[in-house]
């Protein structure tokens, strides 16, 4: 299993870049939260040799399919091959409220919005006439002007994220790869989310599964005592409340039986309650949805439970921990010790 990490998305990430690349990590992730992602992963990219490097998530709904093609042939071709285009739809509240634009069907408009993509880049890269016209997306015009050729390094890889079936079926369908959702569970991953994927595949014909990556963000409870374990523990309830407030992401909780759980994190939400919602999530809920062990402990339960299924994990560092302390959880989880002189605080 591969060892991803999260970078802050911040102006400060490029640094965090650099230092991820010493760490021996596989890929540095930016989040599209409160920066826009690619300029930040532009320079990291100026500044690393080897990592590779990508969106999780940006949101794709907010730009046409040609404008997100354009960044990431881009950045594809300034990391010489090494970035990744992780993408989402957000919900649709963010879509029409917050980047005005339009929403409907977001698993069909998803599957053609990533073959309106391949079809551009493939345009650029044979010389083909652009001839893409679908029932969301039409792209039919590409003069020499604005054509930028071929890129040597090829497309990037596409990596969607999703937590319906829907949604998860189309990743199966036509991307490289797929993001499991923080907010599930190990047994929703097995029983619904790997099943929904490998319908997908066999939907689309697909027989080259083996180079499929299932990328995996779970949750951790840990720390060096019992105060930090608990203290991480109410970070990771928190999380888990928000996300289950969302319609959305019910049928997480639904499979466990949950419902009543998803209604009143739902109701707590609307009144704004965000203590009483981070005290719904009962031990038996956290341990469902997080990984809760000590820092020597944590590498194996991982494995453990999802060795067989994800091709790389991407853990969140607890705040109450410091690079030395958590650079050796890493170390186990990938089997890649580094020398101490990699380690910065």
Known sequence: MKSDVSLTGGLSSPDEAVQAEQFGYDTAWMPEIRHDPFC????????????????????AFARSPMVLATLANDLQLYSEGRFRLGIGSQIKAHITRRFSMPWSAPADRMREYILAMRAIWHAWSTGDRLDFDGEYYTHTLMTPFFDPGPNPWGPPQVVLAGVGTRMT???????????????????YLREVTLPALHDGMLEAGRADTEAFEVLGAPFVVTGMDENAMEECAQVVRKRIAFYGSTPAYRP?????????????????????????????????????????APPDELPELIRHRFADVLTSCRLQQPTSMNNEQWQPVLAALHDAVPSSDRVHS
Do not use: C, P, Y
Request: hydrophobic share 50%.
């Open 169 to 187: 079926r189309v990743a199966g369908m036509v991307a490289d790869g797929f993001f499991v959702h923080g907010f599930t569970t190990e047994r």
């Open 40 to 59: 930040s992963l532009a320079l990291a990219a100026s500044r690393t040799d080897r990592i590779k490097l990508g969106t999780a998530v940006s949101v």
């Open 252 to 292: 997480v909780l639904s499979l466990h039986g949950w419902d009543d759980l998803g209604a009143e994190l739902t109701a707590l939400s609307k009144q704004g309650d965000w203590d009483q919602m981070t005290a719904s999530i009962t031990d038996e809920v956290l341990n469902a949805f997080a990984v809760v």
